[in-house]
């Protein structure tokens, strides 16, 4: 009979030697390898929070921070910037992925942004690679997303961001699914 202290120690070996599998490869991974299971529930509304300003005491109403799937992911915080949005004026939405220790960007993988806006809502870009970055390096990756409102109300914008993080033992692709709302005046 096992323990389920060795079952679980059995798991996670499996599971290490799946990723040190994936970290292994020179090729693009297939699409089933891009998508990591915790994140393959539907995507998660933007809700505002202050938690990763630098001063907790000033809340910046334009600060989303985006919950995934699996709250206790403790590899990568994902947050979402949006400015103010007015018909007719471009604005903007930053995407920015920042692993958390000991994590770091896999700047090898193919890391990408796809974006989907609604009516009223023209994208200057709705597909952004790797040369589109604001920047991508091993602490962060952010993406500047550009769009003008045609039309006022409440639109959001849809994205898949695909990334690796990777540590000394492992390295993991992620597709983070997000919806960010715009109150477009």
Known sequence: MSSPVLSRRAARYSMLALALAACGAETKPTAADA?????AAAPPTAAKTDANKPDANKPDPLVKKIDGADPTDDRYALRIDAADAAVGKEGSVKVTVVPKAPWHMNLDFPTSLALTAP??????????KKGDAAKLDEQS???DVKFTPTAAGEKTVSGKFKFAVCQDEACSPVTEEFAVKLAVK
Request: no cysteine.
């Open 35 to 39: 998508k990591s299971p915790d994140k």
């Open 119 to 128: 009516d009223g809502v023209t994208l200057a870009k709705a597909e952004l």
């Open 141 to 143: 990756a952010e993406f």
